[in-house]
C-alpha cells in the first residue's frame, strides 16, 4: 500500500532513508511508516490505523455520471466492525487504484489512485466521453471487502476487458460464484438449473484472447473452490454445491467444445527438452483447464486423450493433473492403469510425490470415496506415524466436499475414528484434524447433529489429549 499511495520512486526512497536510520538496529512499524513519510513529505500519521485497529474494512462504492457534463462521481464509503475492545473504528487511509474503462476496453482516461481517509468521500473524473465500467481496487491496492454492485454484463466485460490482471479475475470468480450459487438454490429447491448464456459467452472470449498471460487466462477460467463457494451460503448444501458446479462445467464444455479441444491443441508442449519458462508454466496450466473441462463430458476420446497425458507426459504438473483427473473417473479400467502408472513410475520411494498420489484419490469425486481412503490406510507406503501422509489421505479427504459431507454421517464417523487412532501417536495432529469438524453450524441441522455427536463421542473420549480435547470442547461451545 506505502509503494501505491507514493510511486516507486518514493517507496524507494523510503527504504533508502529506513536502511540509513535502522540498519542493524530493532525497529517497529512506526518506524517503517516515518521513514515512508519523512523522505516523501507526506502525512501517514492516519495509516497507523492499519495495525492499530483489528478487523477488515468494507469499502461500499456508488457512481454517478452525467453524459452532458461527461463527469463521473464516486462516492466511496468505508466502515469497519466492532472488535473486541473496540466498538468503534476510525477511518483508515485506503489507497484505491482506479480505471475507467470504455466500450472498446480502452482506458477512457489515466489510472487514478483515489485517497480514501474519511468515511465518506465523493471523487470526481472529468473528460469522461461515455460512460464507463469502473475498475475498482487494481493490483489490489488495498486489503478490503467491497461492496459495488454489478450487473452479469459489466462482470463479464470485465472478466474480458480489464487490463488488470487481478480485477479480470475477480470479475470471473464473481460471475462464477452468481451462477452456481443460482443453481445450488434452484437444486435444492427441486427446479431446473441454468446456464447463463453470459457465463459462457465471458468464458469463450477469455479462451479465445491471444494477448493475455496463460497462467492469467488459466485461472480467469477456473471456478471457485467449493470452500469459497460455501463460505458464501447462509446454510451449506454440499450436494446443492457439487451439483451446481458439475452442472455448470459440462455445460460450459458442451457449449464451449470446440474451443476447448483447440485450446488443449495450441497449448501442447514437446515432451522434450522440458521447458520451465513462464510461457510454458502457463500453457501447461491452460491445457489442463481445458482438459478439466473436457473431461466433464465423460466421451472416451477425452479419457483416452487424458490417459495418453498421465502415461507419456514428462512434466509433473500434467501427469498429477491428468491423474488426477482419471482418478475421479468412471471409467474405471482408465483409472486404474493411470494411478498404477503414476505410483510405479514416480511415487514408489518418493515421499513427496506419493502424498500427490494418495491425495488425488482421497479428494476423487467416486461413488467408492470412503472405501478408497480405507484401503489407502492399508496401503504399505502408508503410516499413521507420518504426519505428511496422514495429511495427504485423512487431511485430503476431510476437504472432500461431496463425500465427507455425505448425508448418512458415514465420513463424520470415519474421521473421528481416525482422530482417536492418531490422537494416541501424535495430539497436535488428531487436533488438527478435529478442526474439521469446526464450522459445523455453517451446515444443515441434520449434519450438525451428526458432527455434533461425533464431537460430543470425542470430548466423551478416555484418554483423549488435551490438544484435541480443547479444539473439540471449544467447536461444541461456539
Known sequence: ??????????????????????????????????????????????????????????????????????????????SCGPSPGQPTKEPYHIPVRVGLIGKDGKDLVPERVLELKDATQTFVFEGVKEEPVVS????????????????????????????????RWEAGQELFSRSILANARAFQQGKEMELPQVV??????????????????????????????????DVIDPDALVAACKFMKQGMATKLRGELEQGYKDNQLPLEPFRNDADAVGRRRIKNVCLDYLMTLKEDKYTKLCLDQALQSTAMTDLVAATALLAGSSDEAARKKALENFYEKHAKGNDLILCKWFTMQAMADVDSALSDVGALLQHPDFSLKNPNKCRAVIGAFAGNMKHFHAADGSGYRWLSDRILDIDKMNPQMSARLVSSFSTFRRYDEKRQTLIKAELERLVGSSGLSRDAYEIASKSLKA
Open 1 to 78: 500500500m506505502y509503494q501505491t499511495l507514493l510511486g516507486k520512486d518514493g517507496f524507494r526512497k523510503g527504504m533508502d532513508l529506513y536502511f540509513k536510520r535502522h540498519d542493524g538496529t530493532a525497529v517497529t512499524c512506526d518506524d517503517f511508516r516515518a521513514a515512508m513519510a519523512d523522505a516523501n513529505g507526506v502525512d501517514l500519521q492516519q495509516f497507523e490505523r492499519w495495525y492499530t485497529q483489528a478487523g477488515t474494512p468494507t469499502v461500499e462504492a456508488k457512481t454517478s455520471y452525467s453524459p452532458e457534463k461527461q463527469r463521473l462521481e464516486l462516492v466511496l464509503s468505508q
Open 136 to 167: 475498482l481496487l487494481r493490483g489490489f491496492s488495498a486489503p478490503v471487502n467491497v461492496k459495488f454492485p454489478r450487473s452479469d454484463e459489466e462482470l463479464a466485460f470485465l472478466m474480458a476487458n480489464d487490463q488488470d490482471s487481478f480485477n
Open 200 to 233: 459462457v459467452d465471458a468464458a469463450k472470449r477469455t479462451l479465445l484472447l491471444k494477448d493475455i498471460d496463460k497462467s492469467l487466462q488459466a485461472y480467469a477460467l477456473t471456478f471457485p473452490s467449493l470452500l469459497t463457494l460455501g463460505a458464501k451460503m
